[in-house]
């Protein structure tokens, strides 16, 4: 049948054929290494082509690879640069979209640190967004969303890897005047399952349950990649530091062995 299902390992998993099927009939499931791939209800599909046409890899018009205007910026708050994986540049936008009464949706942990899209509308939020999650981050239906915040005047800015970014604007089908978007520089993508295996390890190695995780924390060490877990047990919560390349999930993710089949 003409529909998402031909895309195959090309999918990016930006899910802007799920949230935009008419008759709700493609759902993502998750391959044997934790990416979700889109599955299409044949008898449910009417092959009206929207999946397609809502496609980034479908329509690379879609693609922005000529950058019209270049800036640089950091940071110039040190409490904020101090949360940022970075110069805290996403971070600065985020607070300025804020402060213009707009809204924001970015990466962020949940409470079992499983990663995903939320949308933050008030400072105490912000924080949540900062600092880089080296998974994919799930979009859940934050493309939807966007859409409906646009259609009441909201200004919008949208965080996210390059092709969640080209996802999001051929999900909206052009370049409307109030979204605003930062896409990072991006590698590749480890999957949450991977992730997810790898806090159960850390579970395991201190006895105890991971209760916060940073891949660049700068609280020990300053500038770099060192990441930061705690973990409670039944008696302390302790704290570890280590530097990311020399461990095992941080290893596969700069060797580049670990991406999703698109990124490669
Ligand atoms: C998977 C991944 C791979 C990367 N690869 C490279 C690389 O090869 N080279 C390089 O120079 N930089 C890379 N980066 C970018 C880098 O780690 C920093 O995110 C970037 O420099 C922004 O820093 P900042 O201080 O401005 O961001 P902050 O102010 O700390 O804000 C972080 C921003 O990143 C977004 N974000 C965090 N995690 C994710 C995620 N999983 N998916 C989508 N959005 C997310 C948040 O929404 C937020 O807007 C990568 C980031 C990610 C998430």
Avoid at 44 to 55: A, G, H
């Amino acid at each position: 049948m003409e529909n998402i299902s031909r895309i195959k390992e090309k999918c990016v998993g930006c899910k802007s054929c799920e949230q935009s099927c008419p008759k709700h009939c493609i759902s993502m499931l998750e391959n044997k290494e934790g990416f979700w791939y889109p599955s299409v209800d044949e008898k449910s599909c009417i092959e009206c082509k929207v999946c397609l046409k809502k496609c980034p890899v479908e329509n690379t018009e879609f693609h922005r690879n000529e950058p019209h205007k270049v800036w640089a910026w950091r940071n110039k708050n040190d409490v904020d640069i101090m949360r940022s994986a970075s110069g805290g540049a996403a971070d600065s936008a985020a607070k300025t979209i804020l402060q213009m009464g707009g809204v924001v949706y970015g990466a962020a942990y949940d409470e079992q640190l499983a990663v995903s899209h939320i949308e933050v509308t008030d400072e105490a939020e912000r924080e949540k967004l900062q600092s880089s999650k080296y998974v994919q981050s799930d979009p859940k239906d934050s493309y939807a969303k966007v859409k409906q915040r646009l259609s009441e005047g909201k200004t919008v800015l949208f965080t996210g890897t390059p092709c969640q970014i080209a996802g999001l604007y051929a999900f909206l089908g052009g370049n409307p005047e109030n979204l605003y978007t930062v896409d990072l520089i991006c590698h590749g993508v480890p999957s949450p399952k991977f992730f997810k295996k790898y806090l159960e390890y850390q579970n395991k190695q201190t006895a105890g349950r991971v209760i916060y995780f940073n891949f660049r924390s700068k609280d020990k060490r300053g500038w770099g990649t060192q990441y930061l877990l705690k973990t409670k047990t039944k008696t302390k919560t302790k704290t570890k530091t280590k530097t990311l390349s020399l461990d095992r999930y941080g290893k596969h993710f700069m060797d580049g062995d670990c991406y999703r089949e698109s990124c490669y």
